[in-house]
Structure formats: C-alpha cells, structure tokens
C-alpha cells in the first residue's frame, strides 16, 4: 500500500512537472484585432491563458480587415513556423483543412461537450470533415447601420428605414453641413455596404443565390443593378477624405457628431463603448434600410494548427478551453460588440443592441433569413472575394462607370476560383 502511494505520488508530481515544463511555452496567436475595443478584447483572452500558466506571444497584424494578416500567415505556413493559433474563419477554415495542417480539437470539443453548446450554423463552420479545428469567440451582424441621434436631429432627418428615406435623409444632413454617410474606402468596407444594399434591394432568397450560390442569372439581375444603383447615392453622401480611411477612424466621425450614419458590422459598437457612449442615448444601432428581419453573419474563430511540441499542443487545448469559456465569452463580446456564439452565457450585462442582434439571430435562423458575410470571408472562396471586392470598388470610386457595368463585371467576375 505505500508503495502504491508511493508511486501515485511520483506519478503526480512527474505530471505537474510535465505541466509545468508545457506552461513555460510561448503560445504565438496571430491577429488582427488591433483597435480600441478589438484590442481589450485580445487583452482579456491573454489574461485568460496567461492565468493558465502560459505566456502569450502577441502576432497583431493590423490593417485590411484581416487580409493582411492572412498574407503574412501563408508565408509562416509555407516556411515550416506556423503560429500556434490564428484568427481564421469561414471558407478559409476549410481551405487550410485541404492542406493537412490544423490540429485536431476533437477532445476539447467533447470534454466540454462544445456540439451540444454551439448552434448548428456555427459548428459546421468550426469542422473540417466532421473535426473540431477551430474555436468561436463570437458571432457578428453585419447589416447594421450605426447613427448619431443629434446629427439628425440638428439637420431635421429622420433615421431611414427604406433605401428612399435613406436619399431624403442624406440630403437633409448635407444641407446642415455635416457629413451623411461615414465611410472608409477600403476595398473590405465599400463591400461591407454593397452586402447590405444587396441584402436590403433584394431579400435573403436573391441574397443567398447571388452571393453564396454566385449564381450567374442572380449576380446579372436587374435586382444587382438596382443595388449598385443604391450604392452610389450612398458613395455620393461620403466625404471627399473617405479614400483610405480605417474603419475605426469612420466610426469616431459618427461619435464625434461629424458624420451622421456609418454602415458596418457590430465591431463598431466596441467603438462605441470605448468612447464611453450609451446605445439609445448618445448613438442607435439600427438594421441598415430594408433589411429588417434579415441577418448577415461573421464568425471570428481561432484556428489551430499542428506542432510538433507537446508543450504547444498543449497550450492550444488551454487556449481553446479559454475562448468557449462563459467567462470569456462574457466579457470578450461585451468589448467587442458581438454576441457569445456559444450557448448559455447571460445577456444580462449587455446592452439593447446585443439583445436585439441575438434576437434577431434566433429569428432569422428560423425564418431562413440567416445568410453568411460574403464580404466577411463567410461565404465564398477567398479568391471569388477578391474579385468581386475588385468590381464594386472599382464602381465606387469611378463615377463614370454605371450600375449595368458594373452588374456584368460582378457576374463575370464570380467565375474566379
């Protein structure tokens, strides 16, 4: 019996060591969450893991809405020195999957029974062929519409809940001196609009087949017409120094009552909160002009891919733990303006426009108006993105190209594989 004792104590100690010896691991996470309320939300997944016992190596790539990052993350990949993690999502998931290089997250997954946790829409986003890769930190909507009640209320504008008030309202903020629309022209941001024009000219069914199926009867309508169409009235209520501009830097413009309305995703809402604002009050998140009832989604995920090291093995599994955790899905997505992608978290710390996108989520979702970002690297192939990203900035920033050019390059241009 001592001798038993004796054993299970070495045993235990011998195991502690092993842990200790995988703590001491730098855990490399590559990201691109670099903006105010981006950035406390890394800090608090750091805190997280560090408390584990594992120190976290920061791999921040700012800029491109992500595309940046995922170029440097190639070149890592190819070089033999993947990171540990990565912030990967959507298509792309699936697309590294092909190359044989994630980790296998399936005894995570199953220890903290993530299926049963995890709508389905989310799950199958996080597999490649059936296996747990990666892990959900939120979910996104991305059609909303950001507005500053006082820009409005100083230029006699009602908030527009049609593409028609939407021209009204524009014109009215002009004429008071200030800018309507805030804008970033980035190749990801004048997308981002167009996603949500099409959404709102078209409904999710023209949606779903134009951006998601790409099918070429769809993508040449007269319905993709008429949503460049609405694009430019947008590009038309835009500032002459919006070329260029980050998105962060659009949304302060809304804070800082320069500009009326921004169209972007709820990352914004992080903006927001860092800036001390109270949704109802000092800023409405609002569904962007005809898409009401309709839901554009965005799931960031971290992504694992393999090593060699027991000790980085291991520190994905931590690391993995930590993002599906309450806790972190409490306090990330309340810096972040997102909702929890898993279930059972308490809504009772967020705000209005938190309840009403998980609201809206779980309604969609039911209704068949639930459709992936394609903008956000949600729906299609990173390359098909590409092309089409090519398309509508080309038709933003050329006045002299028209909405049926435009409408047959897009189509065209959904033949890129």
Same mark, same amino acid.
């Given at each position: 019996?001592?001798?038993?004792?004796?054993?299970?104590?070495?045993?235990?100690?011998?195991?502690?060591?092993?842990?200790?010896?995988?703590?001491?691991?730098?855990?490399?996470?590559?990201?691109?969450?670099?903006?105010?309320?981006?950035?406390?939300?890394?800090?608090?997944?750091?805190?997280?893991?560090?408390?584990?016992?594992?120190?976290?190596?920061?791999?921040?790539?700012?800029?491109?809405?992500?595309?940046?990052?995922?170029?440097?993350?190639?070149?890592?990949?190819?070089?033999?020195?993947?990171?540990?993690?990565?912030?990967?999502?959507?298509?792309?998931?699936?697309?590294?999957?092909?190359?044989?290089?994630?980790?296998?997250?399936?005894?995570?997954?199953?220890?903290?029974?993530?299926?049963?946790?995890?709508?389905?829409?989310?799950?199958?986003?996080?597999?490649?062929?059936?296996?747990?890769?990666?892990?959900?930190?939120?979910?996104?909507?991305?059609?909303?519409?950001?507005?500053?009640?006082?820009?409005?209320?100083?230029?006699?504008?009602?908030?527009?809940?049609?593409?028609?008030?939407?021209?009204?309202?524009?014109?009215?903020? *002009?004429?008071? %001196?200030?800018? $309507?629309?805030?804008?970033?022209?980035?190749?990801?941001?004048? @997308?981002?609009? !167009?996603?949500? +024009?099409?959404?709102?000219?078209?409904?999710?069914?023209?949606?779903?087949?134009?951006?998601?199926?790409?099918?070429?009867?769809?993508?040449?309508?007269?319905?993709?017409?008429?949503?460049?169409?609405?694009?430019?009235?947008?590009?038309?209520?835009?500032?002459?120094?919006?070329?260029?501009?980050?998105?962060?830097?659009?949304?302060?413009?809304?804070?800082?009552?320069?500009?009326?309305?921004?169209?972007?995703?709820?990352?914004?809402?992080?903006?927001?909160?860092?800036?001390?604002?109270?949704?109802?009050?000092?800023?409405?998140?609002?569904?962007?002009?005809?898409?009401?009832?309709?839901?554009?989604?965005?799931?960031?995920?971290?992504?694992?891919?393999?090593? *060699?090291?027991? %000790?980085?093995? $291991?520190?994905?599994?931590?690391?993995?733990?930590?993002?599906? @955790?309450?806790? !972190?899905?409490? +306090?990330?997505?309340?810096?972040?303006?997102?909702?929890?992608?898993?279930?059972?978290?308490?809504?009772?710390?967020?705000?209005?426009?938190?309840?009403?996108?998980?609201?809206?989520?779980?309604?969609?979702?039911?209704?068949?108006?639930?459709?992936?970002?394609?903008?956000?690297?949600?729906?299609?192939?990173?390359?098909?993105?590409?092309?089409?990203?090519?398309?509508?900035?080309?038709?933003?920033?050329?006045?002299?190209?028209?909405?049926?050019?435009?409408?047959?390059?897009?189509?065209?241009?959904?033949?890129?594989?």
């Amino acid at each position: 019996m001592r001798r038993s004792t004796l054993w299970a104590a070495v045993a235990t100690a011998g195991l502690a060591l092993v842990q200790v010896a995988f703590a001491a691991e730098d855990v490399e996470v590559l990201h691109w969450w670099t903006s105010g309320g981006e950035a406390r939300s890394v800090a608090e997944l750091k805190k997280m893991l560090e408390a584990k016992g594992y120190k976290w190596k920061d791999f921040a790539v700012a800029g491109g809405g992500g595309e940046n990052a995922m170029t440097v993350l190639k070149s890592r990949v190819v070089s033999g020195s993947p990171p540990t993690a990565a912030q990967i999502k959507g298509p792309t998931i699936q697309e590294w999957g092909r190359e044989n290089v994630l980790a296998n997250l399936d005894d995570v997954a199953k220890g903290g029974r993530w299926d049963s946790l995890l709508p389905p829409v989310v799950a199958a986003v996080m597999k490649y062929q059936g296996h747990y890769v990666a892990a959900p930190v939120n979910v996104h909507r991305v059609n909303w519409m950001w507005v500053n009640p006082a820009v409005f209320k100083k230029a006699g504008a009602k908030v527009p809940g049609t593409w028609e008030e939407f021209t009204s309202a524009c014109d009215k903020i *002009k004429k008071a %001196g200030l800018v $309507a629309v805030a804008h970033g022209g980035q190749p990801w941001q004048d @997308s981002t609009v !167009f996603e949500s +024009v099409a959404l709102g000219v078209g409904g999710a069914d023209y949606y779903r087949k134009a951006f998601v199926q790409l099918d070429q009867s769809a993508l040449g309508s007269a319905t993709t017409e008429k949503a460049f169409g609405v694009l430019r009235n947008i590009q038309k209520c835009t500032d002459k120094d919006a070329p260029g501009r980050d998105w962060n830097l659009a949304t302060a413009m809304v804070i800082q009552g320069k500009a009326g309305m921004q169209f972007m995703g709820d990352w914004a809402k992080g903006e927001f909160s860092a800036a001390g604002k109270s949704p109802g009050k000092d800023y409405l998140c609002v569904p962007a002009p005809g898409t009401k009832g309709a839901y554009t989604f965005n799931i960031d995920s971290f992504v694992m891919f393999e090593q *060699k090291s027991l %000790g980085a093995q $291991a520190g994905q599994k931590a690391l993995a733990e930590a993002i599906m @955790s309450p806790e !972190f899905q409490e +306090v990330f997505n309340l810096n972040k303006g997102s909702i929890p992608a898993r279930a059972g978290v308490s809504m009772a710390k967020f705000d209005q426009c938190a309840k009403d996108s998980t609201a809206e989520f779980q309604q969609s979702s039911k209704n068949n108006t639930l459709v992936p970002s394609w903008a956000h690297g949600m729906a299609i192939p990173d390359s098909t993105k590409g092309a089409l990203f090519d398309v509508v900035t080309q038709f933003f920033n050329d006045p002299s190209m028209t909405a049926k050019a435009a409408t047959q390059k897009l189509a065209q241009a959904a033949k890129t594989r």
